[in-house]
């Protein structure tokens, strides 16, 4: 089955330098996610977006964006990178549950891109 | 913003004992879904609770949902090597699309 692609998997960038990170959601899945987790810690929501419209907004910083493209594949832009912007940043794409009262969407995530910045 | 709290935050068994994880919360939730995450691996959706007082089974592990809606707990028994990894609790705070992971349980389990 296909899964959530993410690339590229690892990246080693210099401070205050600019990345981008792809990620290729689950064919007919409408909502994608991102997410940032430092060493240790619980994954962070950033963004989130359902039929490529902005969905919900986390602790995104403003030197980061997002978007989805018509071909529903998404990219987190990360601009003046920071020390602190290493981390592992996970995509998850979910398609809505019928009927909603079955529960919340559920989220697949792909590998993960892990970022760092020297 | 409000986080689901879980405890403990690590524990160390010994294969063969059991392990319990619990996640609390201040607010009532919809709804709560269980994720594991091994070592330098990604999340992984284990199960999702909707009603109050739930119980479901997955061959070793029983999850709960507590009669208010403010609780959970994972119970593994009888541990193997295998279920070494972090356990989150998380659920979509205030609806929307915005899934909020709890703080995490830590498993390892030694031979």
């Known amino acids: 089955a296909a899964g959530v692609i993410q690339s590229p998997r690892h990246l080693i960038k210099e401070k205050r330098e600019t990345a981008t990170l792809k990620c290729y959601p689950i064919?007919?899945?409408?909502?994608v996610y991102w997410y940032q987790q430092g060493p240790g810690q619980d994954p962070q929501f950033l963004i989130s977006?359902?039929?490529?419209?902005?969905?919900d907004k986390g602790s995104i910083p403003d030197r980061f964006s997002a978007q989805q493209f018509s071909d529903y594949h998404s990219e987190l832009n990360m601009s003046s990178l920071e020390l602190g912007d290493s981390a592992l940043y996970f995509c998850?794409?979910?398609?809505?549950?019928?009927?909603?009262?079955?529960?919340?969407?559920?989220?697949?995530f792909g590998a993960g891109s892990r970022l760092t910045v020297l | 913003g409000q986080q689901v709290m879980q405890i403990p935050q690590y524990q160390h068994v010994q294969e063969g004992e059991d392990f319990t994880t619990y996640c609390n919360s201040s607010?009532?939730?919809?709804?709560i879904q269980w994720y594991k995450q091994r070592p330098g691996g990604h999340p992984v959706f284990l199960i999702q609770?909707?009603?109050?007082?739930e119980v479901k089974k997955q061959k070793r592990l029983t999850f709960q949902f507590g009669e208010a809606k403010k609780n959970s707990s994972l119970h593994i028994t009888a541990t193997q090597t295998t279920d070494v990894g972090t356990y989150f609790c998380?659920?979509?705070?205030?609806?929307?699309?915005?899934?909020?992971f709890g703080t995490g349980t830590q498993l390892k389990v030694e031979l």
């Open positions: 609770l909707v009603k109050s007082g």
């Open positions: 998380a659920d979509f705070t205030g609806g929307g699309n915005k899934l909020t």
């Open positions: 998850a794409s979910s398609e809505e549950r019928v009927p909603l009262y079955t529960g919340a969407n559920v989220l697949t």
């Open positions: 064919p007919r899945h409408d909502t």
């Open positions: 607010t009532t939730l919809s709804n």
């Open positions: 977006f359902y039929e490529k419209m902005q969905s």
